[in-house]
Nanobody, 122 residues
Framework: QLQASGGGLVQVGGSLRLSCAAS????????VGWFRQAPGKEREFVGG????????DYADSVKGRFTISRDNAKSTVYLQMNSLKPEDTAVYFC?????????????????RGQGTLVTVSS
């Protein structure tokens, strides 16, 4: 089971940290991806992190502003979002896949959690 949290309302240029908490004892067997979906838009890959945390991948739209990290002891992955822009407004959710490979397509993930809403106001 996955649960994303940490969303909220923030002004342009502000920061938020999202968390994705998982239940189960095999969290370190899963790569984790973050995705977002804005109203009227398609689902978009934000970034992902490998099982050990040593490998990451980011969409060009967030590269340099967002950072993904994980704490396998806590079965939690974090998405630190800085320099937020209005176009970052969306529902963010995390997904896991039992794989050594990171995917940018949500359909390739095994499980997906409920999302958390991020609203960036100008």
């Amino acid at each position: 089971q996955l649960q994303a949290s940490g969303g909220g309302l923030v002004q342009v240029g502000g920061s938020l940290r999202l968390s994705c908490a998982a239940s189960g004892r095999t969290f370190n067997s899963y790569a984790v991806g973050w995705f977002r979906q804005a109203p009227g838009k398609e689902r978009e890959f934000v970034g992902g992190i490998g099982r050990s945390g040593s490998g990451t991948d980011y969409a060009d739209s967030v590269k340099g502003r967002f950072t993904i990290s994980r704490d396998n002891a806590k079965s939690t992955v974090y998405l630190q979002m800085n320099s937020l822009k209005p176009e970052d407004t969306a529902v963010y959710f995390c997904a896991v896949v039992r794989s050594i490979v990171l995917f940018r397509t949500a359909a390739k993930y095994d499980y997906r959690g409920q999302g958390t809403l991020v609203t960036v106001s100008s």
